[in-house]
């Protein structure tokens, strides 16, 4: 299944090359700076009204210690408004709430304008299953969106999903947005299930059961990667639970390579769906993951949305008010996530970002 996936997403990028544009800046770097990128969303703190026009020029960013030049802030518009958005649904969402649901994300696939690409996969076994790749025709994504299994796998983890999605996703210079539904309990990690929950009192395995030999990723032409390698030493507790564990992980790795994540909560089944302690656990995760990529998190409390619509319109409105934020900065001895802070004196401006971006390591001659 992981094969499927990366040669899927390999071909749909290859073919989705001829529509991209890539976003380059005007003038080439210093040759002693490095040059970063990343995607913020104009907002308004009131939620009244459009938000106000940014400028490069009324931005002022920090990235790790160091002030950062504004190169370029280019409206995610016109010639530069291409996007890939993919829509992960959790397959251990209960069918018959979120079935009511479904036409809502039809109609919102089938809305998006001609240059974004939609994907449409569900979530199972610490992998994504994709009924449909990435494509310009939304009427065929709109039909990969199907009922959820409403069932449980040997190894549940929405957060191990994501990751195996963004490490196979080939990097392009355009926005990549997820859009999640799921509520986020962490079946995999819940010793309730058969595994070890790392942060249960008196447990012997703080690390969790391994992960799966099909969390390796092989995409040609780029080599294997594996969610593995990013997997978090996870301290000894002995209180209770906050999030789960591999929320972090999803976090980061989302970070890195520039995808930002929305979601929406769908109650799931058994036991632990019905569970309000385990439910807030799972929102919290999914929370610290859309706050930290710069995304949006949508919910009514531990209870399903009567309709998705509302949360789509403003995801929608979302999508229209983005920009692609150049930066440069001082180069670094190795590449790593640095903390990115953004400020603008511009009234009424409410800026979303990833926070962090990753600072490329500079180029040995």
Same mark, same amino acid.
């Given at each position: ?22 976003? =380059? ?104 299953? !994709? ?6 025709? =939304? ?9 959820? +299994? ?25 926005? +990549? ?67 789960? !564990? ?6 980061? !790795? ?16 058994? +036991? ?36 998705? +619509? ?49 600072? =490329? ?5």
């Amino acid at each position: 299944m992981k094969r499927h996936l990366a040669v899927l997403l390999f071909a749909a990028c290859c073919a989705l090359a001829l529509t991209e544009r890539i976003v =380059h800046s005007e003038s080439k770097a210093a040759p002693s700076a490095a040059q970063v990128h990343l995607v913020i969303t104009n907002q308004t703190f009131d939620d009244k009204g459009e938000p106000p026009v940014l400028t490069a020029q009324n931005m002022e960013v920090k990235v790790g210690k160091d002030e950062a030049k504004v190169q370029q802030l280019i409206p995610a518009q016109g010639d530069n408004s291409a996007m890939q958005l993919f829509i992960l649904i959790d397959d251990t969402c209960q069918p018959e709430p979120i079935g009511n649901n479904l036409n809502d994300l039809r109609d919102f696939v089938n809305a998006q304008p001609s240059s974004t690409a939609i994907g449409v996969g569900y979530m199972s076994n610490t992998t994504v299953q !994709v009924t449909q790749n990435l494509t310009l025709d =939304h009427a065929a994504a709109a039909k990969g969106i199907r009922l959820p +299994r409403g069932s449980l796998s040997a190894m549940d983890s929405s957060y191990l999903s994501l990751v195996s999605l963004v490490q196979a996703w080939p990097q392009q210079n355009v926005r +990549r947005e997820v859009l999640m539904v799921t509520d986020g309990i962490d079946r995999l990690r819940n010793d309730t299930n058969g595994g070890s929950n790392p942060f249960s009192a008196g447990t012997g395995d703080m690390f969790g059961p391994p992960l799966p030999p099909s969390a390796a990723m092989d995409i040609p032409g780029m080599g294997a990667m594996s969610t593995m390698s990013t997997m978090p030493a996870m301290p000894s507790m002995t209180t209770m639970p906050t999030i789960p !564990v591999d929320a972090d992980t999803a976090s980061k !790795v989302s970070q890195k390579y520039g995808v930002i994540v929305d979601s929406i909560y769908a109650t799931g089944v058994g +036991r632990l769906g019905r569970n309000a302690w385990e439910a807030q656990l799972g929102q919290g995760g999914v929370a610290k993951i859309t706050e930290e990529t710069g995304g949006e998190y949508f919910a009514l409390g531990t209870q399903n949305a009567v309709s998705f +619509r509302p949360y789509l319109e403003r995801l929608q409105k979302i999508f229209n008010n983005q920009y692609f934020l150049v930066l440069q900065v001082t180069p670094r001895k190795k590449g790593e996530l640095e903390r990115v802070r953004i400020r603008t004196e511009v009234a009424n401006a409410d800026i979303a970002s990833a926070d962090d971006v990753w600072v =490329h390591a500079e180029k040995s001659d």
